[in-house]
């Protein structure tokens, strides 16, 4: 059977997330059915929603548990329309930001549902030659490009591969993974060469204002399954980091804080746990320092209440 026709979708959900609300659809549908065993199978079919097509391939059973095997896929996809689709509240956390060039997305869902059984769901995506305006500062990140797969399987996994852009002239290229939601494990891999002020402009924290000068940075980490949420275990111990830092001219301020720190140059390296300092110097208020040396125990200290740090360290100033 072959059904062609315009529907509107006044509430889509999984569960409580709400998926898709009041948006009209254009079906084109080729579609067999077969009555007796309840099996609905669907060729090579489109649906057309704000303007961006989606192919839809694959069978649905509706027996003593219900199955299905289906594939979605959408190229040349328009993220401005993608992200009008976005449901009530979320749309919100994005409005300073405005965003356009090519998304692709394959979504593959297979398996049984009944109950608190759900089936596997695998989302491969991906971004190219994308922009994204911070409309109120007026700075845009340029040339993004992503690949990024996500499933839902043994607690959900999240990676993001082949990752880039360009800030006003400075570059990030990176990838990254998150395993298990629930109690996550993570791996970073990035290199940046930013000027401070320009990812000031882009993306504030509220923390941390008035950031100035260039960094120039390089990242590895690792941390297992249990060291998010065991510190007080010693799960800090499962973390592994190396790279380094360095900083030109570097300046910040810390809300709640009257000084200003300033001057900021230097090169931190940093291997798991310890951390070396190659002669940073700057200005914290009027008063300059000079610091070279060695931070270990780092991530116990950050992370853990009454843990000591092991500074190794020579720190002058002319101000004191």
């Known amino acids: 059977h072959k059904v062609d026709g315009n529907i509107f979708a006044n509430k889509i959900n999984s569960g409580n997330l709400l998926l898709l609300q009041e948006r009209p659809l254009d079906l084109e549908l080729d579609m067999q059915i077969d009555q007796l065993q309840n099996k609905y199978l669907v060729r090579k079919s489109l649906v057309t929603v704000s303007a961006m097509e989606i192919t839809l391939a694959g069978v649905y059973k509706d027996q003593d548990h219900p199955y299905i095997d289906m594939e979605a896929e959408g190229e040349d996809l328009d993220i401005e329309s ?3 689709l976005l449901p009530p509240g979320y749309d919100n956390k994005i409005a300073d930001y405005k965003s356009e060039g090519e998304m692709y997305a394959k979504c593959r869902i297979k398996g049984t549902f009944a109950n608190e059984i759900k089936p596997a769901v695998r989302i491969d995506f991906g971004l190219k030659k994308a922009t994204i305006e911070n409309k109120k500062s007026e700075i845009s990140l340029e040339n993004v490009e992503l690949d990024g797969r996500y499933e839902n399987i043994s607690g959900g996994k999240l990676e993001l591969n082949n990752v880039y852009f360009v800030l006003n002239g400075g570059k990030f290229k990176g990838s990254g993974k998150i395993v298990d939601f629930t109690n996550p494990s993570f791996t970073i891999n990035s290199e940046a060469n930013l000027n401070l002020s320009d990812v000031n402009r882009f993306v504030s924290t509220g923390v941390v204002s008035n950031l100035s000068g260039n960094a120039n940075l390089k990242l590895k980490m690792q941390a297992d399954a249990g060291s998010l949420k065991s510190f007080e275990q010693g799960g800090y111990n499962q ?13 910040f301020k810390i809300q709640g804080d009257t000084l200003n720190y300033s001057g900021f140059n230097g090169e931190l390296q940093y291997q798991d746990d310890l951390v070396k300092i190659e002669q940073l110097q700057g200005m914290l208020g ?20 009454n843990e000591s740090i092991g500074i190794d360290a020579v720190v002058e100033s002319r101000s004191v």
Do not use: Q
Request: net charge positive; glycine share 12%.
């Open 82 to 84: 993608i992200l009008s």
């Open 239 to 251: 973390i592994k980091a190396n790279g380094y830092i360095k900083v030109v001219n570097g300046g």
């Open 286 to 305: 009027k008063t300059d320092f000079k610091l070279k040396g060695s931070l270990k125990n780092l991530f116990a200290w950050l992370f853990r209440e």
